[in-house]
């Protein structure tokens, strides 16, 4: 008969197995505690990312995307022949899109740095919108209220061929107003306009703008052969800008009749 000592006796494989099966809970609670925690950290997460997106959820309108920026280390790709050399230089700045476009506008002053005329051409890019009418924004760089309505001038005769006219539609009859014109081209896709105030007589202010795109010249037309080309072909078309020969080449703004794209 077993003795009662010996029944209350435990082995040491007992012992062995009672010690593997504690390890096994306690791995167990820590494995279950890391994946809580885990969890927890996981919703945390989300919900940081969550409230970081509220105010684009709250935002009436697309993200903004970047624009116009003026590019100061560009080097000017247009220049304007001068006729002496009394003549101011032009305030030349370039203006550069992410979307590939580029503008180089050239800005002339008069007294009291009072604005006296532009010259911009617009190389487009893929933010060029073609919904847009093509004067728009013209009154304004003309330093007119942007809702200022510009009607029709008639169309000048230049190297790059007909250039439109605009006037704004308040001037009082008989009173000169600075004309601001406008010359689409398709191939290479590009746009020159501006405006002028020189000149005391509309037929004086639109020779003056004719005598300058005739002489736009192309310094550099980098990677552009179309640009070189198109301007190779205008300066066969060059007319001087003499006063005596200057009437001929300007069309009459009562007959002229502007169809199509500009």
């Given at each position: ?10 082995s ?27 969890t ?6 989300l ?85 847009q ?7 304004f ?10 009607e ?10 007909p250039?439109a ?34 000149g ?32 190779a ?5 060059r007319?001087?800008?003499d006063s ?19």
């Open positions: 008969m077993q003795s009662p000592e010996a029944s209350t006796a435990v040491p494989t007992q012992i062995h197995l009672t010690l593997v099966n504690f390890a096994d809970e306690v791995v167990g609670t820590l494995a279950r505690l890391f994946a809580y925690v885990g927890l950290a996981l919703f945390a997460i919900a940081l990312a969550g409230l970081g997106q509220l105010p684009d959820l709250r935002d009436d309108g697309p993200a903004e995307k970047p624009g116009w920026a003026e590019a100061s280390r560009s080097h000017p790709a247009f220049a304007i022949s001068k006729l002496d050399s009394s003549e101011k230089t032009a305030a030349y700045t370039v203006f550069r899109h992410p979307e590939g476009g580029r503008r180089d506008v050239m800005r002339w002053t008069g007294d009291a740095d009072k604005p006296m005329a532009e010259l911009e051409i617009y190389r487009e890019g893929s933010e060029f919108d073609v919904t009418p093509a004067a728009a924004g013209l009154a760089r003309m330093g007119l209220g942007a809702a200022t309505a510009l029709q001038a008639g169309l000048i005769d230049t190297k790059f061929g250039v006219l605009f006037r704004p539609t308040s001037t009082a009859e008989g009173t000169p107003s600075c004309l601001g014109y406008l010359k689409r081209n398709e191939e290479p896709a590009l746009q020159i306009s501006g405006f002028s105030c020189q005391d007589t509309l037929p004086a202010r639109r020779a003056a703008i004719a005598c300058m795109l005739n002489r736009l010249t192309l310094l550099t037309s980098g990677n552009e052969p179309k640009l070189a080309e198109m301007f072909h205008a300066e066969l078309k007319r001087s800008c005596g020969s200057s009437s001929d080449w300007l069309l009459g703004a009562a007959n002229a009749q502007l169809r199509g794209t500009l």
